[in-house]
């Protein structure tokens, strides 16, 4: 089996799992409690702290763990807005569901005005779209580094910019580009990650908010994570979180560029065996190891069903909108049909080594699903 699907999830590397091990077993207390054994816990989660900071280019008490990044960007979203007297959210239409959704509950139940931005058919965002969005009372702007169905970069550095010249901050979804881009020089007020996109297990995640910012908690209680995240941490995660992603940024230079040549010849290699395939997003600013198509005249799902039965794991776009059939909202907002965004399939790679062969097997693979579709 070859699977392809790493921007829905990663295995957990043997590293972070050796790392985290010892707090699943003898260092187990309670990191708010004043004794030895709390204590030991308490250093544990706060290095790790330190460590994932360092990657996002923060500061130490500028992290917040989470339990991945739905959690972290709904605590962004959420948090930022309602800690703040203003009552304007600008968001993209491309976003994660765990933007738009928040942006959604705080438009139904606090009153607040959400504008949407214009993107263009490759799924970018221009600083001039921000700037026109931008108001008096805007409280934040949430948008994705890169997008998890298309793999489109924004150019975030021109759109702080616009940001931070009209003092509103700049909430940034880093879900999917940690790891494959530089984060420490966003720049951003706040940044979301997630572990299982890394290599730490499901479950884990951080959100990086600076200290200027005011932050309304979700949860309440005990008042831990420095009263912006109550609840007993998971040092283990934490732990695994932190070495994950100091893994793959040491790695990050190395992985990347090895990665998109793959993937290139991979998008070259299916463009030239399939004659409908269009690749969706931006054809240069792009994740690494991002490859998505639309076969116009199939059903993605009937080519998806051809590609397992050939030992291919790939997916139809986001593992996040459990159940859905309808078509994309991310290829909806960037001008597709709704029956040729239907035909989508998305192949995400990972960081462990390919055969230099398996680019090319890979494409005539794809050929001939969608051929088998054709016939049927």
């Not at 972070?16 to 004794?35: I, K, Q, T």
């Not at 580094?145 to 616009?162: K, M, W």
């Not at 730490?200 to 932050?215: D, F, I, S, W, Y």
């Not at 309808?326 to 960081?351: D, W």
Request: proline share 5%; aromatic share 4%; net charge negative.
């Amino acid at each position: 089996m070859l699977y392809v699907d790493h921007a829905a999830t990663s295995p957990v590397r043997p590293e972070v799992l050796e790392a985290m091990r010892p707090y699943l077993a003898d260092v187990f207390g309670n990191p708010s409690s004043h004794h030895t054994v709390g204590e030991a816990a308490a250093g544990a989660l706060e290095d790790a702290r330190r460590r994932v900071a360092g990657v996002l280019g923060m500061r130490t008490g500028d992290v917040i763990f989470t339990s991945g990044g739905t959690e972290a960007n709904n605590l962004a979203v959420k948090g930022i807005v309602l800690g703040s007297a203003r009552r304007h959210l600008v968001v993209s239409p491309i976003e994660h569901e765990s933007i738009l959704e928040s942006a959604d509950f705080l438009r139904r139940f606090h009153g607040v005005t959400v504008t949407p931005l214009a993107v263009d058919p490759a799924g970018r965002i221009t600083a001039d779209a921000v700037a026109a969005a931008l108001r008096p009372d805007t409280a934040l702007v949430a948008l994705g580094h890169a997008n998890n169905e298309i793999g489109t970069v924004q150019d975030v550095d021109a759109l702080r910019t616009i940001t931070g010249a009209a003092g509103v901050p700049l909430h940034v979804d880093a879900v999917q580009s940690a790891g494959w881009l530089p984060l420490s020089g966003l720049g951003a007020d706040s940044i979301a990650i997630a572990g299982h996109k890394l290599g730490a297990p499901k479950g884990t995640g951080a959100l990086a908010v600076r200290g200027r910012v005011p932050l309304e908690p979700l949860l309440h209680g005990g008042g831990q994570e420095r009263g912006r995240r109550s609840g007993t941490e998971n040092v283990a995660g934490a732990v695994a979180l932190a070495t994950a992603l100091e893994l793959a940024e040491s790695e990050r230079a190395e992985v990347a560029g090895r990665v998109a040549m793959f993937t290139r010849r991979f998008i070259d290699g299916v463009r030239a065996a399939v004659p409908q395939a269009a690749l969706t997003g931006d054809p240069q600013h792009r994740l690494p190891g991002t490859a998505s198509f639309t076969f116009a005249g199939v059903s993605g799902e009937a080519v998806l069903l051809e590609l397992e039965r050939r030992g291919i794991v790939s997916s139809s776009g986001s593992a996040c909108a459990a159940g859905s059939d309808e078509p994309s909202h991310v290829l909806l907002a960037c001008g597709i049909a709704p029956e040729v965004a239907q035909t989508s399939v998305r192949f995400t790679f990972g960081r462990t080594p390919l055969p230099e062969s398996a680019a090319e097997q890979l494409a005539a693979l794809v050929a001939e699903a969608v051929r088998a579709v054709s016939r049927g």
